[in-house]
């Protein structure tokens, strides 16, 4: 991979659980999930299902360029980060609409859905006419 990624910490390069990003993406999937957190691992050892690995392969087949200009399309919030999606970026759908997430290596072994949220906030406005009797007499612009 020609990006070099770096901690926030100096100069030290990005390690998950001692081992270098190159390391991770050299591996195959059974040994990377040995290093994932529990919920994530039993979602790969229990195999990952038609949806899942159309996903994965799609993100084989896709470069960091291609995905830049047309990012890939999930519906999958609980798709876990692998080291071999670093760099590419995916368009999550969150209820709504899909929104773009890059993939960073701090991510890996956290979900995709996790960097899209699904609430938005909300932004009350002033109360209407006929809202309620104790908003009868609020000044309207």
Same mark, same amino acid.
């Given at each position: 991979?020609?990006?070099?990624?770096?901690?926030?910490?100096? &100069?030290?390069?990005?390690?998950?659980?001692?081992?270098?990003? &190159?390391?991770?993406?050299?591996?195959?999937?059974?040994?990377?999930?040995?290093?994932?957190?529990?919920?994530?691992?039993?979602?790969?050892?229990?195999?990952? &299902?038609?949806?899942?690995?159309?996903?994965?392969?799609?993100?084989?087949?896709?470069?960091?360029?291609?995905?830049?200009? &047309?990012?890939?399309?999930?519906?999958?919030?609980?798709?876990?980060?692998?080291?071999?999606?670093?760099?590419?970026?995916?368009?999550?759908?969150?209820?709504?609409?899909?929104?773009?997430?890059?993939?960073?290596?701090?991510?890996?072994?956290?979900?995709?859905?996790?960097?899209?949220?699904?609430?938005?906030?909300?932004?009350?406005?002033?109360?209407?006419?006929?809202?309620?009797?104790?908003?009868?007499?609020?000044?309207?612009?």
């Amino acid at each position: 991979m020609s990006t070099e990624y770096r901690t926030g910490r100096g &100069d030290e390069e990005f390690t998950y659980r001692g081992y270098t990003l &190159d390391e991770l993406q050299d591996m195959n999937l059974e040994e990377v999930a040995e290093l994932l957190p529990a919920r994530q691992r039993r979602t790969i050892k229990r195999g990952l &299902d038609g949806e899942r690995q159309k996903l994965l392969d799609e993100a084989r087949s896709t470069t960091e360029e291609e995905s830049a200009q &047309d990012p890939v399309r999930t519906h999958l919030r609980n798709m876990p980060i692998l080291p071999e999606f670093v760099g590419l970026t995916f368009a999550v759908h969150d209820g709504q609409e899909f929104n773009r997430v890059k993939v960073e290596p701090e991510m890996i072994g956290h979900y995709l859905g996790e960097f899209q949220l699904t609430r938005q906030t909300v932004e009350h406005g002033q109360a209407g006419i006929g809202a309620t009797r104790s908003s009868k007499f609020v000044p309207l612009k």
